[in-house]
C-alpha cells in the first residue's frame, strides 16, 4: 500500500511521514513529491496546483484539517474521489479554550478593566446579567458541539444554529434560514464554527450583523470569508457591535496594511485557536486506512455538494 503526504512546510511534512508511517508499518509512506505514477492514499493540507497531474489517488484523500472548503476548490481535484476530514482529534478541547476564553472575557468586562489600568483606575464595574447573557454558535457539529458543551459549565443561556436540526443537551437549538434573524437578535456573543460553503460565504454582512444586539460581540473561528471585513468594522465603529476576536481571515497571513491589524476593539489570532496535532490526527487518519483497506465506512467523508 502507499501513501503520499503533501504539505506546504517540508519539516511538518517529514513529520506526518513519520507519524502515518509508524502506524502503518505495512505501508510505503512518503512526502510529495515523488516518482510513482499512483498511490492508494493521499495526505494534503493545501496541495499545490500540481499535485494531482503527476499522481493517481486511487482510494482517498484525507485533508489534514477539519475544513474543506480550500481543498474542494482545488482546480485538479477528481470528481469521483472520496475527500475525507479530520473530526476532532484534539481540535475539539482546544476550541473549547479558545472560545470559553474569549466569552469570558467579555461577560467579566476584561476589555474595560484593562482600560481603567492604563488610567490607573480602581472602579468596580457593575456585572453582567448571566440569565440574559446569550451566547450563539453558527455551527453546531464536531467543534461547535463540544464548545457549546465547555460553556454549559458557566450557566449561560446556549443557543446552537445549524444548517438541519440538531438536538445538544442545554442548548436551544434553531437551524434552516427563516430561523437566522431570530437566532441573531439574541448572541450578546456569537460565535462561528460552520464550514465555509457558498451558503456561509459572506452571510455575516452589515444586513446581518445589524440583526444582533447593541454592543454583542462575535469570534470568528471559522473561516474569514463568513464575514465581510468592511462590514464588521463599520458595524465595531458606528457602535453597534463592541468588538471582535478573529482568528481566521480571507486572506492568510492577514496583510500587514489590513485595517483590523490596528484596530482597537479587534482581537487577532493567527489561525491557532484549534490546530492540527500531528499524532492525534495520524492515529485518526491510519485508523481509517486500515478500515477503508478491509473494506469497511469511515465517517468524516464529505460530501461535495453539501461542501463540507
Ligand atoms: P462539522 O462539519 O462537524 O460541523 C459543521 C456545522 O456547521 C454543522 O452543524 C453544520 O450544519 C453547520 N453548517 C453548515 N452549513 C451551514 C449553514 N449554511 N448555516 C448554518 N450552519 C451550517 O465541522 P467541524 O465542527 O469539525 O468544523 C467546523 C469548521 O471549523 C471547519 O469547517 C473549519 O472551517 C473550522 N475550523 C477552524 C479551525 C481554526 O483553527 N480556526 C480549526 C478547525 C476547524 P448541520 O449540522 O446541519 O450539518
Ligand atoms: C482546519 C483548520 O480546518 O486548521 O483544520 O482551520
Known sequence: MRVVVVHPQADTCARWSAALGE???????????????????????????????GIRVKEALFCAGAGVDRLLRHPGLPAALPVVRVED???????????????????????????QQRERVWRELEP?????????IVGMGV????VARALRVFGFPLLGYS????????????SGAEALPRFLGRCRVLILLAPL????????????????????????????????????????????????????FR??????????????????????SAVTL???????IAGKIRRLRRGEAVSGVVDRTRGY
Do not use: K
Not at 510505503?28 to 494534503?44: G, L
Open 89 to 115: 482529534a484534539g481540535m475539539g478541547l482546544q476550541m473549547a479554550e479558545y472560545c470559553c476564553q474569549e466569552v469570558l472575557r467579555v461577560f467579566r468586562r476584561q476589555a474595560d478593566y484593562e482600560l
Open 197 to 248: 460553503t457558498p451558503e456561509t460565504d459572506s452571510l455575516f454582512d452589515a444586513r446581518r450583523l445589524a440583526m444582533l444586539p447593541r454592543g454583542a460581540w462575535l469570534v470568528n473561528v471559522a473561516r474569514g470569508a463568513l464575514v465581510v471585513d468592511g462590514d464588521l468594522v463599520e458595524a465595531i465603529d458606528r457602535g453597534r457591535l463592541a468588538g471582535a476576536t478573529l482568528d481566521v
Open 251 to 272: 486572506t492568510e497571513p492577514l496583510p500587514a496594511e489590513h485595517p483590523f491589524w490596528g484596530h482597537p476593539r479587534i482581537r487577532i489570532t493567527p489561525h491557532v
Open 278 to 284: 500531528i499524532d492525534e490526527t495520524a492515529d485518526q
Open 143 to 146: 467543534l461547535g458541539g463540544q
Open 23 to 53: 502506524r502503518l508499518p505495512d505501508a510505503q509512506v512518503r512526502p510529495w513529491p515523488v516518482d510513482w505514477p499512483d498511490t492508494d492514499f493521499a495526505v494534503a493540507w493545501n496541495p499545490p496546483d500540481a499535485f494531482f497531474e
Open 128 to 136: 453582567l446579567p448571566r440569565e440574559r447573557f446569550e451566547i450563539g
Open 163 to 174: 444548517r438541519t436540526p440538531r438536538s445538544v443537551e442545554g442548548v436551544e437549538c434553531l
